[in-house]
């Protein structure tokens, strides 16, 4: 059973910069397809990047390309989210999640394993 932990989170002006980590541990599988995805108050949880840990992606959606940066440390098992230029609307609760398959763009349903995660605000 694959458990993540996200950290990272926190209050930041618009413009600013947040690191999102996601700590993973139980992992059986050798490679995982690892995604952040975030949801707003009253919005669908959305796909925001993912990559897979055997050498694919990185993928993001439209909304943070060229602002946000994911990428992996296997040597810690931890999935990063590198957040710049950030907006009022990219506020939301923030999730890692991992599957052993999955589909691009990132999909909730189709990923397996959820951390609890951390909340990002960007004021104006």
């Known amino acids: 059973q694959v458990q993540l932990a996200e950290s990272g989170g926190g209050s930041v002006q618009a413009g600013g910069s947040l690191r999102l980590s996601c700590a993973a541990s139980g992992a059986t599988s050798r490679y995982y397809w690892m995604a952040w995805f975030r949801q707003a108050p009253g919005k669908e949880r959305e796909g925001v990047a993912c990559?897979?840990?055997?050498?694919?992606?990185?993928w993001y959606g439209d909304s943070v390309k060229g602002r946000f940066t994911i990428s992996q440390d296997n040597a810690k098992n931890t999935l990063y989210l590198q957040m710049n230029s950030l907006k009022p609307e990219d506020t939301a609760m923030y999730f890692c999640?991992?599957?052993?398959?999955?589909?691009?763009?990132?999909?909730?349903?189709?990923?397996?394993?959820w951390g609890q995660g951390t909340q990002v605000t960007v004021s104006s």
């Open positions: 999640a991992a599957s052993e398959w999955a589909t691009i763009p990132p999909t909730k349903s189709t990923y397996k394993y």
């Open positions: 990559i897979y840990t055997g050498g694919g992606g990185p």
